[in-house]
């Protein structure tokens, strides 16, 4: 899968639908309906807001497992993607927390998305759901099963709230995360959900593969950091006030009135 295939624009920005915590999970407060209405609220403000693209997450099921796959959870996942879908024309991802690569994919395959994203999908990590080790072996056989090669991986290196078990090169993961791992995107975040990753970061990676940025992209570092990627991940900052809360259709607008401005620079 070619990453430029799923954007048509110069530097893409896929918004964020933060879900609240789903059946099964210990902050489910028991309506379905609810959290349904309020992820096609937020897909609906993000495609107004102009975004080019929307990654369904489940952010509210803390504390995560590392490989989650509960019925409850990808039955309710999926109907909200469906309902996601039939209320916007955007391209749409799926990333299941914490590492639930195979989970995410068979959610993308069913509800027709088009890209997944996967936290550790290389080497070791350690993080607050213990050592996790990447998955690729088994997901890309998977997809290969599913004949879902149109459905693209993109893939987390150094992903926050972790740390890596061996310290290497963030080239070198880079490098192996697309020629032996088979990501067809790389993503650079900050240290913790919201901050950013540096400037030399997204170089690094850049030089490697197509890059987008995953955390931490505001109004005030946008037109530093945005041209050094080839698009990126925004939730925190399209929020009211903290991540728990709606999108602000003024503030995606304002938002992605800047970076179509950065897309008329040469």
Not at 242 to 252: A, F
């Amino acid at each position: 899968m070619n990453f430029n295939s799923i954007f048509e624009k110069k530097y893409p920005i896929i918004g964020m639908v933060h879900l609240k915590p789903l059946p099964g999970s210990p902050k489910y407060v028991g309506d379905l309906d609810s959290i349904v209405k309020s992820a096609v609220k937020d897909a609906k403000n993000l495609e107004s807001g102009g975004v080019d693209g929307i990654l369904v997450e489940n952010i509210g099921d803390t504390p995560y497992f590392k490989d989650p796959s509960s019925p409850e959870m990808v039955s309710s996942f999926t109907k909200i993607l469906l309902e996601v879908k039939d209320a916007v024309s955007l391209p749409l991802g799926v990333n299941v927390l914490r590492n639930g690569a195979k989970t995410a994919l068979a959610l993308a395959y069913v509800s027709g998305c088009k890209f997944i994203r996967v936290n550790v999908l290389i080497e070791a990590y350690l993080t607050d759901q213990g050592i996790i080790e990447g998955n690729s072996a088994e997901l890309l056989r998977y997809r290969r099963c599913l004949n879902a090669e149109n459905i693209a991986i993109f893939a987390d290196i150094r992903v926050k709230h972790a740390a890596p078990l061996a310290v290497r090169s963030v080239s070198d993961s880079a490098s192996d995360a697309l020629e032996r791992g088979g990501a067809d995107a790389l993503i650079v975040t900050g240290r913790r959900t919201g901050m950013p990753p540096s400037a030399e970061e997204i170089v690094e990676l850049k030089a490697v593969g197509p890059t987008l940025i995953g955390s931490g992209l505001s109004e005030t570092n946008l037109e530093e950091l945005l041209p050094l990627a080839d698009g990126a991940i925004v939730g925190t900052y399209f929020k009211e006030s903290d991540i728990s809360s709606p999108v602000s259709l003024e503030r995606v607008k304002k938002f992605m009135n800047k970076v179509a401005k950065l897309r008329t620079e040469k």
